[in-house]
């Protein structure tokens, strides 16, 4: 069985059966799933890439990777050490870039995982921004996964994860964008605490359970509402108002600019003490010192500075 050793001494005796270009190659190969694209993104060929691969196998004594279907596909080893070997090419590379100057032009792509109900609230602006800037950028809005905001941000899998203000691990650090409120949206043309508590109400949520964000508040101060419906976007959420006179929606004001609206709906402040919700960027700590990331995060604080 494969393992991978931590040792305090380095054998220097090793390092002259050790091909560095090699692991690239892995890198590439595990999140393209595909050898041709990694050709591609190495500006090699794809025979030569084959060949590098099965020199790579041969040193490592695994497959690495077993084409399934269309995929090239990691085996359990090549998962173990997947975050290993990229966490020590992003090391090899701040060491060999860290006294270079940074080139703006140099960013190709921008990464962020974000919940799809703050998406339109911040892309629009960042893709914006950086057009302002005549960067070539490609960027990438990717469905957020909170279970692996922390092993995705370590291994760069992406660069920034924009959500609701909360605590990940002491590696993850966090600045605030946008800050927001809640509001109330229904059919009924008054609104009271004594309301608010009584009328049912509807959640949204993309988790299939777990407490909402505004009941967490709500029952730090004893009170409790009837979740009507749970769904998961904001935009149903708004159909159902229309069609149920006495339903209640709790909802960042923020979003309402985002969606439509029916003439029916009134909007009102929430009647119990509610907190202003935090919507920011978190970003590993160990990427701090990363020219390319410092750029980055600096501009995307100016877009809502």
């Known amino acids: 069985m494969n ?10 005796a090793v390092f002259h059966k050790i091909d560095i270009n090699l692991y690239p190659l892995f ?3 595990f999140e393209q799933k595909s050898i041709s694209k990694s050709a591609q993104l190495l500006c090699i060929s794809q025979s ?19 084409r399934t279907g269309s ?7 090549a998962e173990q050490i997947y975050p290993v070997i990229k966490n020590a090419l992003f090391a090899i590379q701040g060491i060999s870039i860290q006294k270079q100057s940074f080139d703006p032009s140099m960013v190709q792509t921008l990464k962020i995982a974000i919940h799809d109900e703050i998406e339109p609230i911040i892309f629009p602006k960042l893709v914006e921004h950086f057009h302002q800037l ?7 809005s990717i469905k957020l996964d909170r279970k692996n905001v922390v092993t995705d941000l370590a291994t760069q899998q992406i660069d920034f ?33 004594e309301i608010y508590l009584a009328s049912p109400h509807i959640g949204v949520s993309s988790r299939r359970t777990g407490v909402l964000v505004e009941d967490i508040y709500l029952n730090r101060k004893q009170f409790s509402r009837q979740i009507f419906l749970r769904c998961q976007h904001y935009s149903t959420a708004l159909q159902v108002l229309e069609q149920q006179a006495a339903v209640i929606l709790t909802i960042p004001k923020n ?18 003490d509610l907190p202003n919700i935090n919507i920011g960027i978190f970003w590993h700590k160990d990427v701090e010192e990363n020219l390319r990331h410092q750029f980055l995060r600096s501009e995307i604080l100016k877009i809502f500075a």
């Open 3 to 12: 393992k991978i050793h931590h040792d305090n001494v380095l054998d220097m």
């Open 27 to 29: 890198i590439a190969i």
């Open 48 to 66: 030569a890439a084959s060949h590098a691969l099965q020199r790579l196998r041969q040193h490592l004594h695994d497959d690495l990777f077993v």
């Open 71 to 77: 995929q090239m596909l990691p085996t359990p080893f």
């Open 134 to 140: 005549n960067l070539e950028v490609q960027f990438f």
């Open 161 to 193: 994860v924009i959500d609701l203000e909360q605590n990940f691990t002491e590696k993850i650090q966090f600045k605030k964008l946008v800050q927001d409120q809640f509001v109330v949206c229904t059919q009924q043309q008054s609104m009271t605490a």
């Open 255 to 272: 979003m309402l600019v985002h969606l439509q609206m029916a003439k029916c709906l009134n909007i009102f402040e929430v009647p119990v």
